[in-house]
């Protein structure tokens, strides 16, 4: 390069040519590693980078690469679904690297993956890598490694020198210096630096943006943000471990000041008057016959406040009825299923249901904000049942943003399904708003959307459709209730309830 005729150019020439030449590097370097995911879901600051290109802040759609890494900031969350069909979560303060990814034109035996996790925490759902070779697939964190015999898992950094891990489905094998454990389905681990790993009762302590938010369905779980956290390790994965502990000694802790106690917050739905409930009906025998209902205005609900369950629900006496899968937020949702049997009932004003019914019941919105976007992630679910084969599965996620202002709405969700649905399974649902904006006015209306407002896609899903109903609810629209049922060409149907909320 002529560096003298470039000087000739003048420094306003020279500063665009230079910015044009980081540009194209950039695209260059991004361009030669291969697409490892897409961003579902963010809120907060998110930020990417490479070895070779600059920092970005991530929004919805962005792609991650193989070499990034993803940096959380304290208010900071991101799903993200990798080209292998899994799921990763990542919690605010969490340093998470992709070192190494090869899926694009791999075999299920061939592909493989390295992931990186320096402080914080994540949870997944894996995907097609190490199904088949389980040593195809390591998570790498300063304390341990991860291989993966299973499909969900949390993990979890905090102290510093501690990595808690719970397991949902299938094995995790942790390994370090000291030893090896295989953790199996609903059993959690830790393992601290310079330890061997072991069992423990104490669950990951998974830190959510808002109170309770950020379930994971997995038993063992505190969704909690643990005050005495210290996310500031960042190191890399290959140092002395006498060096380190001699040089790291664990920092003397003054004796806290004496506070009075403060009574703590129920987070169960007080009972009383100004709750919504949409909600579907299973008939328990088959047959196809799926029961929507859903509730415009508002009524009474009463609520067990040790056990959240929903005993009463405009005038209809549930205490008999088996109640499962009981979930509440904030004091201001609750969502879950009870068994009516073969009778017929009518909830909160809907249609007439039997069979196992899911639920989800909410209160009204008081003070509905009028501009800016209500961005809503999933808070927690009923599972997903079949109308015909009984099949049950997952919702994976729900997201759903509004535009305050004009009433445009998008969302996406996704389930998995864990059994034949349709000759297939992996139904993912997508819509956005069209030419008709979503009716959402907020105090004791609901919204609907229905088939023509809805884009199903999925495994020989060409010709369903989908009707999800909903409102919005707690004291500035800070949760979201939404049932769904998607429907195939022969008539049968998937259907559960959900609660969202929004950082």
């Known amino acids: 390069m002529n560096y003298s005729k470039l000087a000739g150019l003048g420094w306003r020439k020279c500063q665009l040519w230079l910015v044009a030449l980081a540009c194209l590097f950039l695209l260059h370097a991004q361009a030669q590693a291969e697409v490892a995911a897409n961003v579902s879901f963010v809120s907060g600051v998110v930020t990417a980078k490479s070895s070779d290109t600059a920092s970005r802040e991530l929004a919805k759609g962005n792609d991650i690469f193989s070499g990034d890494s993803i940096d959380t900031s304290d208010n900071g969350r991101i799903q993200m679904r990798f080209t292998d069909g899994g799921l990763v979560s990542l919690m605010p303060r969490t340093l998470f690297s992709v070192d190494e990814y090869l899926h694009e034109g791999k075999s299920e035996e061939d592909g493989s993956l390295v992931f990186g996790m320096l402080r914080g925490g994540m949870r997944t759902i894996t995907g097609s890598i190490g199904k088949i070779k389980h040593e195809n697939y390591e998570l790498k964190t300063p304390v341990a490694t991860l291989g993966i015999r299973g499909t969900e898992y949390v993990a979890v950094i905090g102290p510093p020198d501690t990595l808690r891990v719970h397991v949902g489905k299938g094995k995790v094998v942790i390994t370090n210096d000291h030893g090896t454990l295989e953790v199996t389905e609903g059993r959690s681990a830790v393992v601290v630096l310079g330890s061997a790993p072991e069992f423990t009762e104490q669950g990951p302590l998974y830190i959510a943006s808002v109170i309770g938010g950020d379930k994971s369905g997995l038993e063992g779980l505190v969704d909690q943000d643990p005050l005495w956290r210290d996310p500031a390790l960042d190191r890399p994965f290959a ?13 003397e802790v003054n004796p806290p000041a004496i506070t009075p106690p403060v009574p703590p917050v129920s987070p169960i739905p007080p009972s009383g008057s100004g709750y919504l409930m949409a909600g579907h009906g299973m008939n328990p025998s088959g047959g196809g016959v799926v029961s929507p209902y859903f509730s415009p205005a508002a009524f009474t609900a009463t609520f067990d406040q040790t056990t959240g369950n929903l005993l009463d629900v405009g005038g209809v006496n549930l205490a008999g009825m088996t109640a499962t899968n009981v979930g509440y937020l904030a004091g201001n949702i609750s969502w879950g299923e009870v068994d009516l049997g073969n009778t017929s009932t009518s909830l909160g004003g809907g249609s007439s249901v039997v069979g196992i019914t899911s639920y989800v019941v909410g209160s009204q919105v008081l003070n509905m904000p009028t501009s800016g976007t209500l961005n809503y992630s999933l808070a927690g679910a009923t599972p997903v049942r079949s ?12 997201n759903l943003n509004i535009d305050a202002g004009s009433m445009l709405y998008d969302f996406d969700m996704d389930i998995t399904v864990n059994g034949v ?12 708003s069209g030419p008709n904006p979503a009716s959402l006015p907020g105090g004791a209306n609901g919204f609907q959307f229905t088939a023509a407002d809805v884009n199903v896609n999925g495994l ?4 369903c459709n989908a009707n ?10 800070d949760q979201a209730g939404v049932s769904y049922l998607i429907t195939d060409s022969q008539n049968e149907s998937l259907a559960g309830s959900a609660a969202l909320t929004r950082p």
């Open 460 to 463: 020989n899903c060409s010709t």
């Open 421 to 432: 649905w349709n000759g297939g399974a992996n139904p993912h649902v997508t819509a956005d």
């Open 387 to 398: 109308s015909i084969s009984g099949v049950s599965g997952t919702l994976n996620s729900f």
């Open 468 to 477: 999800i109903q909903g409102f919005l609810a707690g004291p500035n629209a």
């Open 239 to 251: 140092f002395d471990e006498a060096e380190y502990l001699a040089s790291n000694p664990p920092p």
